[in-house]
């Protein structure tokens, strides 16, 4: 049985100041007027399961608003994390709930906010890896062939060609590299042999089961313990006292990094991580001038920038790469080179005690 968990517990920090704290990025309609983020996550994976077997790994102040986007997943599907501990705990926290619905139900781990342009090039290739985690204690990942040397994507090194399902190639992963340098990510595109991580994952829910307990201890002896807290009176406490003992590490470094059994499908069609402000530059119209609009905009000189507006009107004069955001108690103006320290804005934000604007 294909069992997605969708891993929607994060804030989207590079996406301040749309993205808050209380209604963070996987809620927002950013790519599709119709439907959020995670409405089109769960939407999409549905088509290969139902969503009665789709599980949702958030945290507390979110399951209403899930449950406001998503009535159609079970309350119970809904597994919380009593904190942020990163996606190994993530990971297996949601594992324990699923073996108590089918031990060997095969897991798709899928990020709650990724853009899949070729629904049905994806679709397939998910299968693919279904087949590859069926045959054993398989680890399978989805790798994306790479357009540019990327330095914000961690990246995978495939060679030897393991086996050709449904016309998806499946490759063993010689090794995991995080995000590298500029000169490093150059170096993996022209080599052709790497691929961008993506953060998908498949694997049957017992293989990553005894994963956790070969190469994370510490972890499996937390989760023993918590599975012998659930479905007791007190499951939120004891799930809440061994969570906090968690390491905070992923599931990248925990497993991806030291397992066996590592295979990789290569993917195309058309995915992107929408992380951060210059993402939108790739999945919207531009105008005449290489700027992306949303809302009421009047500009001169004004070229290949991102201007996100809340009603009133941005007036810009000889901008060039430049992102504005504009909300209701909020703006952001920033060089779309450094949108990636929007993150360490909302820090400062914080020392500050300005936890209103987060």
């Known amino acids: 049985m294909i069992t997605p968990l969708i891993m929607a517990g994060g804030v989207g920090s590079r996406f301040w100041p749309l993205s808050r704290e209380d209604k963070p990025k996987q809620f927002l309609n950013l790519v599709d007027e119709d439907r959020s983020m995670i409405q089109a996550t769960v939407d999409r994976i549905s088509k290969l399961t139902i969503k009665d077997n789709v599980f949702i790994a958030t945290n507390d102040k979110y399951v209403e608003q899930m449950q406001e986007h998503l009535p159609e997943v079970p309350l119970e599907n809904i597994t919380i994390e009593p904190m942020r501990k990163n996606t190994a705990a993530c990971i297996g926290l949601a594992s324990l709930y699923m073996e108590q619905k089918d031990p060997e139900a095969v897991m798709v781990v899928l990020p709650s ?3 899949i342009l070729d629904e049905e090039r994806f679709l397939d290739t998910v299968e693919s890896a279904v ?14 062939e790479p357009t540019h040397p990327e330095t914000g994507y961690g990246y995978i090194d495939y060679r030897a060609k393991y086996d050709e399902i449904n016309g998806n190639e499946v490759f063993e992963v010689n090794a995991f590299t995080e995000k590298p340098n500029k000169e490093t990510a150059e170096n993996f595109v022209e080599d052709g042999t790497y691929l961008w ?29 918590m599975k012998e807290g659930i479905g007791t009176d007190e499951e939120k406490d004891i799930l809440k006292e061994e969570f906090e003992k968690l390491d905070s590490i992923s599931i990248d470094y925990g497993i991806m990094e030291k397992a ?11 995915w992107d991580d929408i992380g951060s402000w210059p993402a939108l530059e790739r999945v919207e119209k531009r105008d005449k001038n290489g700027n992306v609009i949303k809302g009421r905009h009047i500009g001169i000189d004004t070229k290949n920038t991102i201007v996100h507006g809340n009603g009133k009107i941005v007036t810009t004069v000889g901008l060039e790469d430049i992102v504005i955001v504009d909300t209701e108690d909020a703006i ?9 320290e929007v993150k360490e804005i909302r820090n400062l934000l914080s020392d500050k005690g300005l936890d209103n604007c987060l």
């Open 332 to 340: 952001l103006v920033c060089d779309k080179k450094r949108a990636q």
């Open 197 to 225: 991580n993506s953060g998908m994952f498949v694997w049957k829910v017992s293989t990553i089961r005894k994963m956790f307990k070969e190469y994370m201890p510490k972890l499996h002896e937390g989760l023993e313990k």
């Open 260 to 270: 066996k059994n590592i295979y990789v499908i290569p993917g195309s069609f058309g």
């Open 113 to 115: 906010d990724h853009l």
């Open 131 to 144: 087949d590859i985690a069926e045959q054993g204690d398989n680890l399978v990942t989805l790798g994306i």
